[in-house]
């Protein structure tokens, strides 16, 4: 069915102005909702003034204000408190729901797994960098515990959880890395690697020289890390991300995901 052009564009095609877009009531209140929280820097469990107070101040009904609210809630800013002493309450935003949100934006860009990895070659070699000669002896434990998982993976043959659990390997170093946004950025990454992985579509003896590719660089990257050799560490990182674009490419020319049906980042 033919889809018919918007207002803006018929108005352009006509040579006038095209009309105003007006903004929701709903969406000035949530967007100045925003601006008190940071404003007041108000932090997890926190408080906003009840729906009554809201309605008075912003001079609109109440169900403008639960429009708002609910808006801010699916962000995941705010969460709403049940209960006679309830209301809505500031939480911080998780990286999953962030994740979620730039899932949703890149599901309608042309994307494939070469624009995943000209990024990540490059922070995952920061990422690796930063987590350097701050690891716990916990870290290496669960570090060590996943490459365990992946040895174990790969002797089943069962190659869509060692394809899930190798990328793990890198979600910790996330976890234990100081830079927020790194963290995240790489996080994201992360979670779209999940969805190439799973729909590789190679031979079982591609899969297996993709798994024993990752398990000796994890255990090359661990060893570097006991050792706090940040040369090395760059080096084994920049080798790892490179052959894995290799496997890649090679299980599998062609590339979709759908980003949207994806319920969690993972």
């Known amino acids: 069915m033919t889809q018919e052009l918007p207002d803006e564009s018929l108005a352009a095609a006509a040579g006038r102005k095209p009309p105003i877009r007006r903004i929701k009531l709903s969406d000035q209140v ?3 909702l925003r601006r008190w929280i940071a404003r007041e820097n108000l932090g997890p469990g926190d408080r906003l003034p009840h729906e009554k107070n809201l309605m008075e101040h912003f001079g609109c009904s109440k169900g403008t204000i639960r429009e708002a609210l609910k808006a801010l809630e ?3 800013l705010l969460i709403m408190q049940a209960g006679p002493n309830g209301g809505p309450e500031v939480q911080a935003t998780s990286p999953e729901v962030v994740i979620r949100q730039m899932r949703q934006y890149f599901h309608f860009q042309d994307l ?4 995943v990895y000209d990024l990540r070659k490059t922070l995952e070699v920061m990422l690796i960098e ?12 669960r570090l060590e515990e ?8 790969a002797h089943r043959e069962d190659l869509k959880t060692a394809r ?5 390997f890198h979600d910790i170093l996330c976890e234990i890395c100081d830079n927020p946004i790194l963290a ?11 969805d190439l992985v799973t729909k590789r579509t190679g031979s079982m003896r591609e899969h297996h020289e993709f798994g024993q590719h990752n398990i000796e660089a994890h255990r090359d990257l661990l060893d570097a890390l006991r050792r706090n050799d940040r040369a090395a560490l760059a080096s084994v990182m920049r080798h790892h991300m490179d052959c894995a674009e290799g496997y890649m490419h090679n299980l599998d020319a062609a590339f979709h995901m759908d980003l949207l049906s994806r319920k969690h980042s993972e």
Not at 130 to 141: C, L, S
């Open 112 to 115: 494939d797994f070469k624009d």
């Open 130 to 141: 930063n987590v350097a000669g701050r690891i716990t002896a916990a870290d290496f434990a």
């Open 184 to 194: 995240l950025m790489c996080r994201f990454l992360n979670a779209m690697l999940r």
């Open 30 to 32: 949530a967007e100045e």
């Open 164 to 168: 899930q659990v190798e990328v793990g």
């Open 146 to 153: 996943n490459i365990a998982a992946c040895v174990q993976a």
């Open 74 to 76: 699916v962000e995941g």
